[in-house]
């Protein structure tokens, strides 16, 4: 970790692991009693948009590794930057994994309120099974791991079906011909394979993840699979690799800017992770862009 990694950290995170809670709140700014001094009246405030902080009782401020070293300095340890630095990093389990924003180009991405679920049953409709059947999977795939999704969008108040997957918030990501989204809660989709599995397989979306078994045949992966769904949910994918003790971490990132960009990232973090090998599979599906794209065209589709 270093400073810049450190300052990005949320100053509220920080103060909340040195013992204190917010005292009163704004859309701008909190206010605290102060993490490295003794006082009874409030005067410490977190500007929120600059994620910078002030002691008024001090007259002094800065940025996330200034305070802890300060706080450090105040428990009579070692307060040196490389000593925050650490502090930080133990404290908020840092990762490399980091947030890429990304933008699909070809569908509307709905992630707001709007959708409203109305119910959810088996994968039956006719249509949701040929547009599967237009990527290259089979209808047995489609039904094994998806879910018919009937959901409104209250801004047009139209209801909409699409096939969904669900994930680890009880939300779900659907899409059919013309729209990708999500339904609920945004998050990651973890399937188990075998119990305690060496390896775990990260997928960008579940388009990825069902054409690696059709592939197979329809078999399921002997390892554990994470679909994230987007290169927004590292984080939350990260989250259920660090420290479970897999050997082996395939992902099966895009092969575009982005794509390449989180495959480092996935190095980095296997890296950082005690007995983890990277092993990047975006080679096997070049020069198309992802897993379902190549396996489209090996058929002609």
């Not at 409709?125 to 039904?143: F, I, P």
């Not at 669900?166 to 990501?173: F, R, V």
């Not at 054409?211 to 679909?227: C, F, H, N, S, Y």
């Amino acid at each position: 970790m270093n400073i810049e990694q450190a300052n990005a950290v949320p100053l509220s995170t920080i103060i909340e692991k040195m013992g204190q809670q917010p005292k009163h709140s704004t859309k701008t700014k909190i206010k605290y009693l102060s993490p490295y001094r003794d006082e009874k009246t409030p005067s410490f405030y977190v500007f929120i948009r600059d994620n910078r902080w002030y002691d008024y009782g001090m007259q002094e401020g800065g940025d996330v590794v200034n305070l802890v070293c300060k706080y450090l300095a105040s428990q009579k340890v070692g307060s040196s930057v490389s000593d925050a630095l650490r502090w930080v990093k133990n404290m908020v389990h840092y990762s490399p994994v980091e947030d890429i924003p990304v933008k699909d180009h070809h569908k509307q991405e709905k992630r707001d309120t709007s959708l409203v679920l109305k119910r959810t049953g088996p994968l039956q409709h006719k249509a949701l099974l040929a547009y599967g059947r237009n990527r290259g999977l089979s209808d047995e795939v489609l039904k094994g791991y998806l879910t018919e999704v009937h959901f409104k969008n209250t801004a047009t108040d139209k209801t909409i079906f699409a096939f969904g997957m669900k994930n680890e918030s009880g939300g779900y990501e659907v899409r059919n011909s013309f729209f990708k989204g999500c339904v609920k809660a945004k998050n990651v989709t973890l399937i188990r394979g075998q119990p305690k599995p060496s390896g775990v397989h990260v997928f960008e979306g579940m388009m990825d993840f069902l054409t690696v078994i059709e592939w197979r045949k329809g078999q399921p992966l002997d390892d554990d699979a994470i679909i994230l769904h987007s290169l927004n949910c590292m984080n939350k994918g990260s989250a259920f690799i660090r420290n479970y003790g897999y050997e082996f971490c395939y992902t099966w990132m895009d092969n575009d800017v982005a794509g390449n960009r989180a495959t480092q990232i996935w190095a980095e973090f296997c890296r950082e992770e005690s007995g983890l090998t990277h092993v990047p599979m975006n080679k096997a599906y070049l020069p198309h862009k992802d897993v379902n794209a190549a396996h489209m065209a090996k058929l002609g589709l």
